[in-house]
């Protein structure tokens, strides 16, 4: 139901149906057979899995920006290579849920809140704080919206079998990065926030609605937490881009 409130995105409406739904896809596409997908931010690293030979196209969902998602060779597992902010990449993973995806993992890149957290260093999104707009039309309003803790605790356990270090902790998920401030980035380093980024409330958000497993990986890239913006190079980090794509196609399997 709808209450009026003083803001618009804080009139939330808890109301399943929507005028038009993920499930209408079904008409075209039918019901998937597989059931869990990687989204990837990872661009080079997709094309090195197709030149590897690990992956190949399975099917387009044609629209005005076409959905492209790959199948893994040896596994029933697909990738898609995600697109930027909370509306295309968990709108794109609400319109999956519509013809059968049910367990997702996502791994990605943001910049750090703290230099001391070093590029390529990982961090398994604990939540994150919501300062965006779309998750708000999923989930009540709320400072803070926290991910699932037995998938989080799947990946954690996975990390720490196989000695890979790692942080645990919030996301600050923004939608304008040109919007950065000094004061802002203070602020949400204070509330906790390890990394910004632009998409985690939002597909936390999907997930809680969907009712479906959801886990995420965000590697360290720039560093914001100074007075001068710091790229690091992070996006040449290829071997970390590649062999995260790899360990979330185990940890999809089992979460």
């Known amino acids: 139901m709808l209450k009026n409130k003083d803001y618009p995105i804080l009139e939330f409406d808890d109301n399943k149906e929507a005028l038009i739904n993920p499930y209408f896809l079904q008409k075209k596409y039918g ?22 030979g690990k ?19 040896d596994e029933d597992v697909l990738l898609m290579h995600g697109t930027i902010g909370c509306p295309a990449c968990a709108g794109y993973m609400d319109e999956l849920t519509g013809i059968g995806i049910s367990e997702v993992m996502f791994c990605g890149g943001g910049g750090v809140l703290d230099k001391d957290i070093k590029v390529g260093e990982l961090l398994v999104v604990k ?38 270090p790692y942080i645990e902790g919030l996301t600050w998920t923004t939608d304008a990065f040109y919007r950065e401030t000094r004061d802002k980035i203070m602020v949400r380093k204070e509330e906790g926030a390890k990394i910004v980024e632009m998409e985690q409330s939002g597909c936390i958000a999907v997930a809680q609605f969907r009712n479906i497993k959801y886990g995420a990986i965000i590697y360290a890239g720039d560093d ?4 001068v913006w710091d790229k690091r190079n992070w996006r040449d980090r290829k071997s970390i881009r590649y062999s995260l794509i790899e360990m979330c196609k185990d940890l999809v399997k089992i979460i």
């Not at 057979?33 to 661009?43: G, Q, R, V, Y």
């Open 31 to 52: 019901v998937l057979p597989i059931k869990k997908l990687i989204i990837t931010f990872f661009k080079e690293a997709v094309n090195m899995l197709l030149d590897d």
């Open 224 to 227: 914001v937490s100074q007075e």
């Open 55 to 73: 992956i190949k196209e399975y099917l387009t969902i044609s629209g005005e920006n076409d959905l492209v998602l790959y199948k893994f060779i």
């Open 127 to 164: 939540g994150s704080i919501r300062d965006e707009g779309f998750s708000y039309h999923y989930v009540k309003p709320s400072r803070i919206i926290y991910s699932q803790e037995d998938v989080r605790n799947i990946i954690c356990s996975y990390l720490n079998e196989n000695n890979i």
